[in-house]
């Protein structure tokens, strides 16, 4: 089975406790994928269980050779970051790759395998995105806004022209004014358009200014933005204003977790499904959420004419056709969108709130503690120079093989080539 290279890898499975992750390559239909499950899920009947799938950007894609620096979900829930205040759900994480971005279809066959497959509360379904993953949520949630609870989209923007299905669930859309990567324009022009289509009453918009600039990946750290999402389900479609990980970001450290990190000398790799384990997995139906039924395999759900493709112009996947026309964008983080449409107005767009970057320590509630987002410095990161393995880089830095592995979330089957960064504590 095709070796992952991006999130997916993270070795999540460390602790006593039965949580775990699973990678899935099922076909060239669907992106691959993982899934996260904490400790006491029943993939039969834990129906109560959230579901948030995560899209990264493009630094996080299969067959990009820049940053290694990873992010999201998973990546908080392995530093030692406490996300889940009160309540578990499980966190799927699709991977893409870097020529093809997000494509809202095969995202849709990923989340009908999992709902054909996996126990979780249909009602609580959310998405969450960042750079290309912010494109690649909107358009996601515009074109299948019926299955969707919420959603989070970070410096990005959507393909649609008339982005209606968004309008029909609760929307977060975070843009600083500083992105030099993808301009703020792409933002203002989704909110503008969402205006055509009526109420934007479920909308929220945060144009943050100061300091912040494309890379808003600390915000995944936050527990109250998880906290925020499970305010909501698609039974009740009002936006919760009680909750506000923008201008008061808390984040905490998992003391059971930290401490294991902090002295543990080797973790356990997530379970790489084999072609036989899947079979046994297509074959399992988990119950349905107040029933003793099993749910339909079929997966089928309803969806918004608009465009399914991510905003990747050089995606080989054609968009969906449908009634309303899309824009091509490029969602490239090392570079701006190819088409870049400026808002209606040069005023600033309605129903929004300008943010100025808050400071580094976050308020936590009595008795816990707080942690600043994990970072490496340039000393911790080697390049690679021609002739280089990974057993030589780990033999000169002193470090163990498996070990060196393990922190950049490597498979021993990871080829590496000169140029690559690579950490090394």
């Not at 949630?141 to 649609?160: I, Q, S, W």
Request: aromatic fraction near 10%; charged fraction near 20%.
């Amino acid at each position: 089975m095709k070796r992952l290279i991006t999130i997916i890898a993270i070795a999540i499975s460390f602790t006593a406790s039965s949580q775990q992750i699973e990678t899935f390559s099922v076909s060239p239909e669907m992106n691959d994928f993982a899934i996260y499950e904490p400790a006491g899920y029943d993939p039969i009947n834990s129906t109560d269980m959230p579901l948030v799938m995560f899209l990264h950007g493009r630094s996080m894609s299969q067959g990009y050779s820049g940053s290694y620096s990873l992010y999201g979900p998973m990546t908080a829930i392995y530093n030692g970051i406490a996300i889940m205040e009160g309540q578990k759900f499980l966190i799927l994480e699709p991977s893409a790759i870097v020529t093809e971005g997000w494509s809202s279809a095969k995202l849709h066959k990923v989340y009908e395998f999992v709902k054909a497959h996996y126990a979780f509360d249909h009602d609580r379904f959310y998405v969450i995105g960042m750079s290309m993953g912010g494109w690649g949520t909107l358009n996601y949630v515009n074109k299948y806004p019926d299955e969707v609870a919420a959603c989070v989209g970070l410096c990005g923007g959507c393909d649609a022209k008339t982005p209606c299905g968004l309008n029909k669930v609760p929307t977060w859309i975070i843009h600083a004014i500083a992105d030099q990567t993808t301009p703020i324009s792409c933002s203002d022009r989704v909110v503008e358009a969402m205006k055509t289509c009526g109420s934007t009453d479920l909308l929220k918009y945060s144009r943050l200014t100061g300091n912040w600039g494309h890379d808003l990946t600390t915000f995944f750290n936050y527990w109250n933005l998880y906290n925020w999402l499970l305010k909501h389900d698609r039974t009740n479609r009002k936006i919760d204003n009680t909750v506000d990980f923008v201008n008061d970001p808390q984040y905490r450290i998992d003391p059971d977790i930290y401490l294991h990190l902090a002295f543990a000398k080797e973790f356990d790799f997530p379970i790489e499904i084999t072609p036989e384990e899947l079979e046994k997995i297509k074959a399992r139906t988990p119950k349905q959420k107040g029933s003793n039924t099993m749910a339909s395999n079929s997966g089928t759900t309803t969806s918004n004419n608009s465009t399914g493709n991510s905003g990747n112009s050089s995606s080989t996947t054609k968009p969906t056709t449908s009634n309303t026309s899309s824009s091509s964008s490029n969602t490239n983080s090392s570079s701006k969108p190819a088409t870049t449409n400026k808002p209606a107005t040069t005023s600033k767009p309605a129903n929004t709130v300008t943010i100025k970057p808050s400071t580094t320590t976050s308020t936590a509630k009595p008795g816990t503690a707080t942690i600043k987002p994990v970072s490496s410095s340039s000393k911790d990161v080697y390049i690679v120079k021609q002739g280089d393995t990974m057993k030589k880089i780990a033999k000169k830095h002193k470090i163990k093989y498996k070990k060196l592995l393990q922190i950049n979330h490597f498979t021993k089957h990871r080829k590496i080539k000169p140029g690559d960064k690579i950490k090394v504590a």
